[in-house]
C-alpha cells in the first residue's frame, strides 16, 4: 500500500486552516497502538500516514511483555484468533512487543515528519523509559487506570497527562484523578473510552464526555473504537478536547486490533470533517457574517409599489406591498409608511423611497 497517496491532502489543507485559524481546539491522536505488528518498518509507515492524513500526534503502546501479563491471563474475545487458538494474552503481546529502543527512534522520526509522538506506558519501567527519552505528554491506558503503582509514578513528572476511561465506573475514574493530582499532575484530560473492539453504536454514550468534563471541571476528550467517522465528528460538535482514533495500514491485517482501525484515507477525510466542525461551530454569537452580508439586499424585501401611485396619493395597504430586493424602505416599517403622502410620482414594483424628506 502506498501511504504517501491519499484520497485528500489533507496536511495542505490543515496548514490552510492554521492560517486562517491558530486557535483549532481539538487535539488529534492517529493511535498506531500495535498496528505494527511488532515490525519497525510498519511502525515508520504508520507515522507516515499519520503525519500525511495532518494528526498532531501518533501514539503507541509501550510494554515489556513479562511485566504486561502472566502466564495464565486469558486473551479478550475480540483478540482471539482461530489460526492461534491456544494462544495466551502473554504470546500475543510478546509478539507485539517493540524494544525500548525502537521508540527513540520511532521519536526522532516523528520529529522528521512534524508530528508529535506519543506512547502508552502499561508498566512503570516502560514509563520511566518514555520519561528518559523526553515525551511531552504521557497516555495512561484505560486497563491501568487501576493500577495505583504506575499511577504514582506517572504523577511525580511534570507531563499533561491523558487519562483514558474505558470499563470504568465513575467513583474509580474520580480516584485515579485523585492520585494523580496528589502526586503533583497539574495538567490532565480525561478521556471517555469503551474497550470493546469495534463498540456498538448503542454502547458508545457519546454524553458520558461532556458528562465527564463537568463533573471533573477538566479537559474532557474521547478515546474511539467504533467502526466509522461519526463518533469523532459527534465529539468534536460536543468540543472535545482530544480525538484518539485507531490507524492502521491495511484492515486486513493479521493482528487485534486492524479491524477495529481506520485506514490512512478515511482517516484524512475524518480529519479534515473535523477541522470543518470547529470551524462551524463559531463564535456562538448570531450575527451577520461577511459571506452572507450580501445576500440580505438580494433575500429580503423592501417596501414597493403594487401600482402606479400618483404625487399626493396616501400611501395605502392597497396600493404598496412587499418585494424584493431588500435594500429599499424595511416591511417592518410597514405602518409608518402607511397612511403617508406620496412626494412624487412612483412605478409599479418600485421602491418607495426618498420619504425621510418629508417633514
Known amino acids: 500500500m502506498n501511504v504517501g497517496k491519499y484520497v485528500c491532502n489533507s496536511n495542505q489543507y490543515y496548514e490552510a486552516l492554521k492560517e486562517e485559524d491558530a486557535a483549532l481546539k481539538t487535539l488529534i491522536i492517529a493511535e498506531a497502538g500495535v498496528n505494527h505488528n511488532g515490525q519497525m518498518d510498519l511502525a515508520r509507515k504508520l507515522v507516515d500516514a499519520a503525519a500525511e492524513a495532518g494528526a498532531d500526534y501518533v501514539k503507541f503502546q509501550t510494554f515489556r511483555g513479562k511485566n504486561l501479563a502472566s502466564a495464565r491471563a486469558d486473551k479478550a474475545d475480540y483478540q482471539k484468533d482461530a489460526k492461534h487458538p491456544g494462544e495466551t494474552m502473554l504470546d500475543l503481546v510478546k509478539k507485539l512487543e517493540l524494544p525500548f529502543v525502537y521508540f527513540l527512534d520511532l521519536k526522532q522520526y516523528c520529529g522528521e515528519k512534524g508530528i508529535g509522538f506519543l506512547s502508552a506506558p502499561f508498566d512503570i519501567e516502560s514509563a520511566e523509559y518514555l520519561y528518559s527519552i523526553g515525551v511531552d505528554r504521557m497516555k495512561i491506558p484505560s486497563g491501568?487506570?487501576?493500577?495505583?503503582?504506575?499511577?504514582?509514578?506517572?504523577?511525580?513528572?511534570?507531563?499533561?497527562?491523558?487519562?483514558?476511561?474505558?470499563?470504568?465506573?465513575?467513583?474509580?475514574?474520580?480516584?485515579?484523578?485523585?492520585?494523580?493530582?496528589?502526586?503533583?499532575?497539574?495538567?490532565i484530560t480525561?478521556?471517555?473510552?469503551?474497550?470493546?473492539?469495534?463498540?456498538?453504536?448503542?454502547?458508545?454514550n457519546l454524553l458520558a464526555m461532556t458528562a465527564l468534563r463537568e463533573s471533573f471541571g477538566i479537559p474532557a476528550g474521547i478515546s474511539?473504537?467504533?467502526?466509522?467517522?461519526?463518533?469523532?465528528?459527534?465529539?468534536?460538535?460536543?468540543?472535545?478536547?482530544?480525538?484518539?482514533?485507531?490507524?492502521?495500514?491495511?484492515?486486513?491485517m493479521e493482528g487485534p486490533d486492524h479491524k477495529a482501525s481506520m485506514e490512512p484515507d478515511e482517516f484524512c477525510i475524518m480529519i479534515n470533517c473535523i477541522r470543518n466542525v470547529e470551524k462551524a461551530l463559531g463564535t456562538g454569537r448570531k450575527q451577520v457574517t461577511d459571506s452572507e452580508r450580501e445576500n440580505r439586499?438580494?433575500?429580503?424585501?423592501?417596501?414597493?409599489?403594487?401600482?402606479?401611485?400618483?404625487?399626493?396619493?396616501?400611501?395605502?395597504?392597497?396600493?404598496?406591498?412587499?418585494k424584493r430586493p431588500g435594500d429599499g424602505i424595511s416591511p417592518m416599517l410597514w405602518y409608518e409608511i402607511i397612511g403617508q403622502i406620496a412626494f412624487r410620482d412612483f412605478?409599479?414594483?418600485e421602491l418607495i423611497t426618498g420619504m425621510e424628506k418629508q417633514g
Open 144 to 187: 491501568e487506570i487501576t493500577n495505583l503503582p504506575l499511577l504514582e509514578v506517572i504523577a511525580q513528572h511534570s507531563c499533561p497527562i491523558l487519562l483514558s476511561t474505558g470499563m470504568s465506573e465513575t467513583a474509580e475514574i474520580r480516584a485515579a484523578i485523585e492520585i494523580l493530582s496528589s502526586k503533583g499532575s497539574k495538567d
Open 190 to 204: 480525561v478521556l471517555h473510552c469503551n474497550t470493546q473492539y469495534p463498540t456498538p453504536m448503542q454502547d458508545v
Open 224 to 252: 474511539d473504537h467504533t467502526l466509522g467517522m461519526e463518533v469523532p465528528i459527534a465529539a468534536a460538535a460536543l468540543g472535545a478536547a482530544v480525538i484518539e482514533k485507531h490507524l492502521t495500514l491495511d484492515r486486513n
Open 297 to 322: 439586499r438580494v433575500a429580503r424585501k423592501s417596501i414597493v409599489a403594487e401600482r402606479k401611485i400618483r404625487k399626493g396619493e396616501r400611501f395605502t395597504a392597497e396600493n404598496l406591498t412587499v
Open 347 to 349: 412605478d409599479e414594483d
